[in-house]
């Protein structure tokens, strides 16, 4: 018997029906060890080793495996077929050698690109050893990228608190965000507008041509300027006559795009199923491993991380054979199509993402799939059966028309196009994923018999005003095509990049827009300014064509670590000189027209307007940057970053408090105003002055001084509680509004409860509190069941928590990672977590017999405890209400 090492237990699953019972198919979920989150895990000095420690939940995973080796035959390593694919299966082997595990046992190394029986079982039959320069060129991006977050992160905490990460990648990418916003920011509109007629042949066809020429020059999008000249260009065309000067009609051919990589995946997904890059991934990996169709699981499409855009031979002809009987002969070229790509490494080089079966359509399979996994593989499907159609035939036709009168003269031109054939359109629409105003083509539709030497009769000139437009922000798709167009990272790392820079709120993501948060352009210009050349494009590329060549055996990786932390050492050291009032003054010049947006009375952005003679600048405090007055303590003006401060405040001028009236009972003026966390009220000034922050819901426009006296009165005693005497309290805290009784803490539904809950209720929702045992949460909403637990033990579920979403299994709670779709999760991944947080906590797992036992009590007192729940409930909140009324 052999052991085989895969990285999913889905795959594993269904790897062991294909291999049989001389097999035993063990998963290891993912990688099984990393380096620690800590100081010396990479040693520069010691040549750059580095210390490798199994995480908690792999544990289990690694004895599974070592157990089973003890008493095979031999160790097949069949991880994925790219670089960390080979790096788990060094990790594995490493672990065994170091266990003297293995001793003579034979040790292979097999990669398939499908899952697929036959894939598989050609991959048993052609075993190799474990790739070296991939085991390197993995050590060497791994050691870079800790190397890099972990010396200059902490330069970042110290510097610029509120900051809370840098990477080798990330941060360059998060550079791209920030300088397209600086491009918008300085982005200066200019007028031009657009001339168009309306015409009609002869035969009464109407059509529209736009002007080309005028004043003997040739008229482009943005050349006539103003008015005035776009009038006198009107005038001119309304008064001539129009003949037509040629006509030529070209055929166009547009050929098929290659199948997608990863990158291209990512886009085509973006643009057209509003996935995100990791919502993607996420998909196509369930669509790799495999999912049931009419009885067999395999893999649906291939390895979804590749830089590749060929086919293998038999696909290509599989994908031939299918076009033949789907679309028709007509639509199948003489001979096969082959896409070539400068590979950028050789783990890369893999075929492009297709189907493993092009006789799989989208609609026989659609059943066994759910909408997401459906809309994906139909995208790859069509995408790579398109990749080997015919092309798609058109025709353009251009017709110039001149406009004279008098002495004067302008030029206009009617495009049309007209699909003859449609080739490999018929299978997939377009393939340019990411339009820009300047890809939209107004010459889609098919002119009228238009001949040389006719007239032409005008109907309606028109001439519109238009203002040129700043660049577009970028999407997900967008920055990860300008991430691969100047060689930044990988397609393999593009989605947790992007997943990154959200998690850390160093950007959000709206309508698919990625816009920089004020904490991602402090970071950004604090790199510009103190580590610019490691946010470089340039340099940036240059160390992935270094990191590339590493993967191909022509470039030793230790070298490349000690070039790099030669530079970057002394530039870490060179920072613990550097003063904050340094870094201030760099990021108040750098960052100009974020902190300090221009006035509308035009008076100097960095005079404060609360005290009239200090200055503003960029404070730093424990959460994070803000904007702050010179003549602290004395003037206690504060805002938050933004470049449009009174919106960022909602809708208050953060230099002139809205006065709302004085308190009757005080006769201090109650003012509402914006600080460093949001909008505020306040009663009087100075230090002795109470405030309080807006419960969320509250809009400041909506505060008037009767809301806000409301405000000012919490925390407000309700009564005394009837058992112990002690005062009952309602107040507004970080989770919301709440009854407070003795150190109990129990939450109300509403704001708007916190005014005028009474006795009896606070006194019943303290009694329901305690009776959950104090929990938040103790009624969580089950979002969906995972199945039983594959150690057994019962139900692992997803809930939806007051903290957010997390995986249920017995007393195990384990929160799902920030950015994950709760709905996505999958035993897989549910697993190490729950192990990971059992470990933590040292709580035992739940014992088979015993869950199944407690499971069917659960089941047989269900309906008696409800009821009398529900008995007890309505008792008691008829006396409540009767007793608050």
Known sequence: MEVVVVESPAKAKTINKYLGKDYKVLASFGHVRDLPAKDGSVLPDDDFAMSWKVDTASTKRV??????????????????PDREGEAISWHVLDLLNKKKLLKDKPVKRVVFNAITKKAVLDAMANPRDIDEALVNAYLARRALDYLVGFNLSPVLWRKLPGARSAGRVQSVALRLVCDRENEIERFVPEEYWNIVADLKTVRGDAFEARLVQADGKRVQKNSVKNQEQAFRIRDLLEGATYSVASVEAKPVRRNPGPPFTTSTLQQAASSRLGFSASRTMQVAQRLYE??????????????MRTDGVSMAPEAVTAARDAIGDQFGARYLPESARHYSVKAKNAQEAHEAIRPTDFTRTPQSVKKYLDSDQFRLYDLVWKRGIASQMASAEMERTTAEITAAKGGESAGLRAVGTVVKFDGFLAAYADNREEKTPSDEDDDDGRLPEINKGENVDKEKIRATQHFTEPPPRY?????IKRLEELGIGRPSTYASTLATLRDREYVTIEGRKLTPEPKGRLVTAFLENFFNRYVEYDFTAELEEKLDKISDGSLEWKQVLRDFWKDFYAQVEGTKELRVTNVLD?????????VFPKREDGGDPRQCQACGTGQLSLKLGKYGAFVGCSNYPECNFTRQLSGDAEAANGGINPNEPNELGADPETGDMVTLRSGRFGPYVQRGDGKEAKRSSLPKGWKPEDIDLEKALRLLALPRDVGAHPEDGKMITAGLGR?????LHDGTYANLESIDEVFEVGVNRAVAAIADKKANGGRRGATAKALKSLGDHP?????????EGRYGPYVKWGKINATIPKGKDPQAITMEEAVPLLAARAEKAGIKKPAKKAAAKKTAAKKTTAKSKTATKKTASSKKTAEAEKSDS
């Open 290 to 303: 495999g999912i049931a169709v009419g009885g067999e699981t395999a893999g649906l499409i291939t390895y």
């Open 586 to 594: 760099a990021l108040n010049e750098a960052l100009a027209p974020l």
């Open 735 to 739: 989770y919301g509004p709440f009854v």
């Open 475 to 479: 999407s997900e798709a967008s920055l």
């Open 63 to 80: 004895k599974d495996i070592a157990d089973a080796v003890k008493n095979a035959d031999g160790l097949i390593l069949a991880t994925d």
């Open 791 to 799: 150690d057994g033990g019962g139900e692992v579920t997803v809930n």
